[in-house]
């Protein structure tokens, strides 16, 4: 070894190594170590892959505030109630849609079968349970994700031809998003049950609910998603798991509207429903987080996240420059707090689309605006906290319009980057609830997951073959 030549004031960083650290101190050199190692899963072949993608850094940069900025300025409205047949060009025959990537009936999760199920039934495309598996299984049923068709759904989340959506209007970008609409707690269809009650509650709520509320957008006209969402997080909610204060300016900005309609019978039910069910504006946030995930798509160079969706059998990434690919791994059982007589041997594998709250910067990644969700979800209010600043590091920009009191109003963190997910090893986090591994039982339980980082790994590979020769690939738009 030569002999060192450092100035007095000189130090070293060593990252790893710890052999290198001795003969450095012995020769009086200040050495700070640094516990790291490489992020996982990264192997020599990817590692000289994305070095070699650091020509295009600028690109890539350019690309990321382009896709981020949609995500920012996205202004999201409520503007009608309307079928699903009539606005998804999937459900004009016999067809579903469902929460996360692709799944057939074969490898579908107990709760998305009991949702399949009950949607049949509801359908009259069967008259009992049995007939209505066997029409699953027979291949005459069409299974669609929701994401394919502009739509999110919460667990389960099976659109059916009938169902009413809520319609959601991104007005900076023109595009259009829709979600189902909230059934509330208890026996529902989007945790797999199917019994009796259920499907007169969906029948009350395509015959009842959604007539009246549309007419009721027709009086008032658009509701503004984005303001509610913005007040909503300033009063505690992270509108994901927590939709106390969304659910109620909600109600409180629609009820002198609903009050002047004159079918006053079926306007006292729902507002009598809408009291009752906190999570009413869960669906709509989704369908507003959608709208601007939509919007940020398709931009060449981009490595921001559009989607991560789970449907109980695996877990699903998409990447704004490539396009509609899915990126999947095995979905895994959340970590979280059960209800009596449940544990996690009871739980499905994570499922649904509402982590869509998430890849657009709010529900995990907002936390901090929302201590009171760690006494659902489990953990301590400082965690809450913790868990939205770690975010910062792997998002690319922040919504100013989302503001998070306890962080002194910083915005929230938005637009995950899937380069930054690789080298820095965190994983996104999601705060969900947890529905029974059997259909039709219901959510057993609420908690805090990570996105499996495997997916990020393959759309890692994916996008440097893609962009490795300089040029987008051909199915993402200029």
Not at 236 to 265: C, K, M, Q
Not at 333 to 362: K, M, N, Q
Request: glycine share 10%; net charge negative; proline share 6%.
């Amino acid at each position: 070894m030569s002999d060192l030549s450092l100035d007095d004031d000189s130090g070293v960083i060593n990252v790893g190594v710890d052999s290198f650290v001795g003969p450095l101190r012995d020769a009086g050199v200040d050495v700070t170590t640094v516990d790291w190692e490489p992020p996982g899963g990264v192997d020599a072949s990817l590692r000289d892959e994305m070095a070699a993608l650091g020509r295009y850094g600028g690109q890539i940069r350019d690309a990321n505030d382009r896709a981020a900025r949609r995500l920012v300025e996205a202004r999201p409205v409520w503007r009608d109630v309307r079928t699903a047949r009539a606005e998804l060009p999937a459900l004009d025959e016999m067809a579903l849609c469902h929460s996360g990537p692709p799944v057939e009936w074969a490898e579908m999760s107990g709760p998305q079968r009991g949702a399949v199920i009950g949607a049949i039934l509801y359908e009259g495309w069967a008259d009992d349970e049995t007939a209505a598996e066997d029409l699953a299984a027979s291949g005459e049923v069409d299974f669609v994700p929701c994401h394919d068709q502009s739509a999110v759904g919460p667990m389960a989340g099976v659109i059916s031809p009938s169902m009413p959506l809520a319609v959601v209007e991104n007005e900076a970008h023109g595009n259009v998003a829709y979600s189902t609409l909230n059934e509330g707690l208890g026996e529902v269809l989007r945790f797999g049950a199917y019994t009796p009650a259920v499907i007169d509650h969906l029948e009350w709520m395509e015959t009842d609910l959604a007539p009246v509320l549309s007419r009721a957008l027709d009086a008032h006209g658009p509701v503004d998603l984005k303001r509610l969402s913005a007040t909503a997080l300033q009063m505690g909610d992270e509108v994901h798991n927590r939709n106390v204060a969304g659910t109620a300016l909600l109600i409180r900005e629609l009820a002198p509207t609903l009050a002047s309609l004159d079918s006053a019978g079926s306007v006292s039910e729902v507002l009598s429903f809408l009291d009752d069910n906190e999570h009413f504006f869960l669906n709509l946030s989704m369908a507003a987080c959608k709208s601007g995930a939509d919007a940020a798509a398709d931009v060449p160079w981009s490595t921001v996240l559009t989607a991560m969706a789970r449907n109980g059998t695996e877990f699903g990434i998409r990447v704004s420059g490539l396009g509609d690919r899915w990126f999947t791994t095995p979905a895994t059982v959340v970590d979280g707090l059960y209800f009596s007589d449940y544990s996690e041997a009871d739980a499905s594998p994570d499922v649904g689309d509402s982590s869509i709250a998430e890849t657009t910067g709010v529900g995990g990644f907002a936390m901090a605006a929302s201590p009171a969700i760690t006494q659902f979800v489990g953990g301590h209010p400082q965690e809450a906290l913790d868990y939205s600043r770690e975010m910062y590091g792997i998002t690319v920009t922040e919504n100013e319009n989302y503001a998070l009191p306890a962080l002194d109003f910083r915005g929230t963190p938005t637009g995950i980057d899937l380069t930054r997910v690789i080298e820095t090893g965190v994983q996104p986090i999601i705060n969900t609830g947890i529905a029974h591994r059997e259909p039709g039982v219901g959510q057993i339980g609420a908690g805090v997951g990570r996105a499996p980082r495997a997916c990020f790994l393959e759309a890692m590979r994916a996008f440097c073959a893609a962009y490795g020769d300089g040029e987008p690939p051909s199915e993402v738009a200029e």
